[in-house]
């Protein structure tokens, strides 16, 4: 081969290499930024030795189980049982909820990275149809889907390596699974890291969802599923925690002047993307998407996909009345995504008072 055909052969190979750079072939992460998350190889994860076995604390919304205060990895048994169940969804609004031990949203799951958990899940003789459970939790296929269906009836167990921390939804997978979605089988499963989350005051477990009514908003008695509005995305309610006015009222949350809140907030979807803001506050730290590492500060609306969590802290200076809203809002204010936090202590007019008019 010539000199000269050589010298073009070479150059060529260097403006192919170029040019693949410059559409981020062969980078380290998009843009061309280096990424310093390093990916987890499969072959090299060395798991923590077990040590005992305890039964998971599961909590109903808004509360949230304690945090994990042991240094080491164990086998967790958690329980549940999928309940068919007709109640209410706004006054006087009643539906059949496909639910996860009989609430919207299914039990809050607490455990820790490294974690063995032993899911048992039984599905009520009284139910009509099969169903499983996915958690992204999960590494493999269908998050557990696969090997847990169970029929009316029955029990079924299997159990996962808990390997990756943050906050994760839940939801059951059998086919139609948007039905089942679309019916209130979802929750929120944390995986709290090796060191814990760092410590806040209060902790409350929020997760929105829509339902897709046959009736229109408001309209009393039962209501039955409606598909050709869950296919055009037009919920007739879009709620916080199952159900229209599920954390107002006696509901509400409560925290004092001078604590630090965390919500864990879900969205178990099917369809619709959440604007979640709190009215009246700031997100001192938002961990976005569920992650474990803080993504960004002094925040004031945040996004929560569907299949998606987040969590938000925040310390809160005044007391007062405090709303929670998707800030789409009409979904807020006119189909039921509203929550109250109720703040008690002493007034603070350096950083809010009321000015009489001049």
């Excluded at 077990?50 to 240094?71: C, F, H, M, W």
């Excluded at 979605?181 to 806040?200: F, K, Q, S, T, W």
Aim: glycine letters at 12%; one cysteine or more.
């Amino acid at each position: 081969m010539t000199r000269p055909l050589l010298l073009v052969l070479a150059a060529v190979a260097v403006i192919v290499l170029v040019g693949l750079t410059a559409f981020g072939v062969g980078r380290s992460s998009a843009d061309g930024v280096a990424s310093d998350v390093a990916f987890a190889e499969t072959a090299e994860i060395t798991l923590p030795e077990i040590v005992g076995q305890e039964t998971a604390v599961l909590t109903q919304a808004p509360n949230v189980p304690p945090p994990i205060d042991r240094d080491y990895a164990s086998r967790v048994v958690v329980e549940m049982e999928t309940v068919e169940l007709t109640k209410e969804l706004a006054d006087g609004v009643e539906y059949t909820f496909w639910t996860f031990d009989g609430e919207v949203p299914g039990p809050f799951v607490r455990v820790r990275e490294g974690d063995l958990v032993e899911f048992h899940l039984a599905n009520a003789a009284s139910s009509t149809v099969p169903h499983n459970i996915d958690l992204h939790a999960v590494t493999g296929t269908g998050g557990g889907a696969e090997i847990s269906l169970v029929v009316p009836g029955q029990e079924t167990a299997f159990e996962f390596r808990a390997i990756k921390p943050g906050l994760y939804v839940y939801h059951c997978a059998t086919a139609p699974v948007g039905l089942h979605v679309a019916n209130g089988m979802y929750g929120l499963i944390l995986v709290e890291p090796e060191g814990g989350l760092p410590p806040v005051d209060k902790e409350f477990y929020v997760m929105q969802s829509e339902f897709y009514t046959a009736g229109a908003t408001g309209e009393p008695g039962v209501q039955p599923f409606s598909l050709e509005k869950a296919r055009d995305e037009e919920p007739e309610y879009v709620v916080f925690n199952g159900r229209v006015g599920s954390m107002t009222g006696e509901d509400a949350l409560q925290a004092s002047v001078g604590e630090t809140v965390r919500l864990f907030v879900g969205n178990g979807g099917p369809n619709l993307t959440s604007s979640f803001h709190v009215i009246g506050e700031m997100f001192d730290r938002v961990y976005g998407e569920g992650g474990t590492a803080v993504s960004q500060g002094n925040v004031q609306t945040t996004g929560v996909p569907a299949g998606g969590s987040t969590m938000v802290e925040f310390l809160v200076d005044v007391p007062g009345r405090y709303t929670l809203v998707d800030h789409a809002l009409f979904r807020a204010f006119n189909k039921g995504a509203v929550g109250l936090l109720e703040v008690s202590g002493d007034e603070h007019p350096e950083i809010l008072s009321r000015v009489s008019a001049l």
